[in-house]
């Protein structure tokens, strides 16, 4: 089997972070989004990989590389607009070939792993298999109505109730669904819609069956999904120390340092995690905290949120909570008179204040 990630999206609900980075790339407990699900398909067995990209394809690249850090082979396929995720699987046709394969959105998270979703593929003659999951609000989702162990219909954000098993961002295909994608045609908003490909397969009598996911899913394209996304990953990491504490701190609870990570003068309550080169320095750092690389929190106290790579929080006299701080930024208490909040916010920004 291979493995096909759609990485390709522009990330519109993550704005501003997706201006300027892929929404694959934003760290869920210190690891790209997109790590995970590559991590996923390799502990499956499925080590040949295919990775559908777009706008931000040199960032992906240069990110996942050739693969063997993960111990897959990775090729790229790119996708010169977002044209839907049945366009995706169409233009990964020579690289597929005539092998089954499992389709992976790169921003879908699933906390424990898809071995027994690919087992079932894998021993079995079905055509498809598709994902489900039950979800609250089916409304704002596309469903499946499923009779005898078969899936008869799909609806796309059904105004009245069909189903609550909504279709969730991984599948899986033999080469039949090449045919259902050649024929289907662009929807009203121009995409190749995956819920028609799917469709088509049932119409046509192919054996399409679903799985019902049982643990953890999010699809992680709010801010409030990659919070939650992060406190299921922390809730389980196990704890490991290698950077420096001095004797003045404390470290209480679930708690990982990463390679030179420093903590002065602080505590660090877990569950949470320390990014590589970062200094924590007469700081609170409080539960479901996800700290990146080379970022510096000073004089302040943050919890329940997730802060990118490269940024500083500086002297702020009240606690930072809930929040997800992107790149390269600076927060840090003004002392220039008269007193007021002083800030550059990108488009589509949420500021809380005081």
């Given at each position: 089997?291979?493995?096909?990630?759609?990485?390709?999206?522009?990330?519109?609900?993550?704005?501003?972070?997706?201006?300027?980075?892929?929404?694959?790339?934003?760290?869920?407990?210190?690891?790209?989004?997109?790590?995970w699900?590559?991590e996923?398909?390799?502990?499956a067995?499925?080590?040949?990989l295919?990775?559908?990209?777009?706008?931000?394809?040199?960032?992906?690249?240069?990110?996942?590389?050739?693969g063997?850090?993960?111990?897959?082979?990775?090729s790229?396929?790119?996708?010169d607009?977002?044209?839907?995720?049945a366009?995706?699987?169409?233009?990964?046709?020579?690289?597929?070939?005539?092998d089954?394969?499992?389709?992976?959105?790169?921003?879908?998270?699933i906390?424990?792993?898809?071995v027994?979703?690919?087992?079932?593929?894998?021993?079995?003659?079905?055509?498809?298999?598709?994902?489900l999951?039950?979800?609250p609000?089916?409304?704002?989702?596309?469903?499946?109505?499923?009779?005898?162990?078969?899936?008869?219909?799909?609806?796309?954000?059904?105004?009245?109730?069909?189903?609550?098993?909504?279709?969730i961002?991984?599948?899986?295909?033999?080469?039949h669904?090449?045919?259902?994608?050649?024929?289907?045609?662009?929807?009203?908003?121009?995409?190749?819609?995956?819920t028609?490909?799917?469709?088509y397969?049932?119409?046509?009598?192919?054996?399409?069956?679903?799985?019902?996911?049982?643990?953890?899913?999010?699809?992680?394209?709010?801010?409030?999904?990659?919070?939650?996304a992060n406190?299921?990953i922390?809730?389980?990491?196990?704890?490991?120390?290698?950077?420096?504490?001095?004797?003045?701190s404390?470290?209480?609870?679930r708690?990982?340092?990463?390679?030179?990570?420093?903590?002065?003068?602080?505590?660090?309550r877990?569950?949470?995690?320390?990014?590589?080169?970062?200094?924590?320095?007469n700081?609170?750092?409080?539960?479901?905290?996800?700290?990146?690389?080379?970022?510096?929190?000073?004089?302040?106290?943050?919890?329940?949120?997730?802060?990118?790579?490269?940024?500083?929080?500086?002297?702020?006299?009240?606690?930072?909570?809930?929040?997800?701080?992107?790149?390269?930024?600076?927060?840090?208490?003004?002392?220039?008179?008269?007193?007021?909040?002083?800030?550059?916010?990108?488009?589509?920004?949420?500021?809380?204040?005081?």
């Open positions: 089997m291979k493995g096909l990630i759609l990485s390709g999206g522009q990330g519109t609900r993550l704005r501003p972070l997706t201006y300027t980075g892929a929404k694959q790339l934003v760290p869920v407990a210190n690891k790209p989004v997109l790590f699900a590559i996923d398909l390799v502990e067995g499925i080590t040949d295919g990775i559908v990209v777009g706008d931000t394809a040199q960032q992906i690249m240069d990110a996942v590389g050739d063997s850090r993960f111990g897959a082979r990775v790229y396929i790119h996708q607009a977002p044209r839907g995720i366009h995706g699987i169409k233009i990964a046709r020579d690289f597929i070939g005539d089954r394969f499992v389709l992976f959105l790169g921003d879908n998270f906390r424990d792993g898809v027994p979703l690919v087992e079932a593929f894998r021993n079995d003659t079905m055509n498809a298999q598709i994902i999951y039950r979800v609000n089916p409304q704002d989702l596309g469903v499946a109505i499923v009779e005898d162990g078969r899936v008869k219909r799909l609806v796309e954000k059904p105004k009245q109730f069909v189903s609550d098993l909504a279709v961002g991984i599948y899986m295909f033999d080469h669904v090449f045919e259902a994608v050649n024929a289907i045609k662009p929807s009203a908003r121009g995409e190749l819609e995956i028609e490909t799917i469709q397969l049932i119409d046509h009598g192919y054996d399409v069956r679903p799985h019902l996911l049982t643990g953890w899913w999010i699809d992680t394209g709010k801010m409030q999904d990659i919070l939650e406190r299921l922390l809730d389980v990491m196990e704890p490991r120390n290698e950077g420096f504490v001095d004797a003045e404390q470290i209480i609870g708690v990982t340092l990463e390679k030179d990570a420093q903590v002065i003068n602080s505590t660090v877990g569950p949470a995690i320390i990014g590589e080169r970062t200094r924590i320095e700081s609170y750092v409080g539960p479901y905290s996800a700290i990146y690389h080379d970022c510096c929190v000073v004089g302040s106290e943050i919890e329940h949120s997730v802060i990118l790579e490269n940024s500083c929080i500086t002297d702020i006299g009240h606690r930072i909570e809930d929040s997800l701080i992107g790149r390269n930024v600076e927060i840090t208490k003004s002392h220039v008179k008269p007193k007021a909040y002083r800030m550059v916010v990108g488009d589509f920004s949420k500021v809380g204040v005081l």
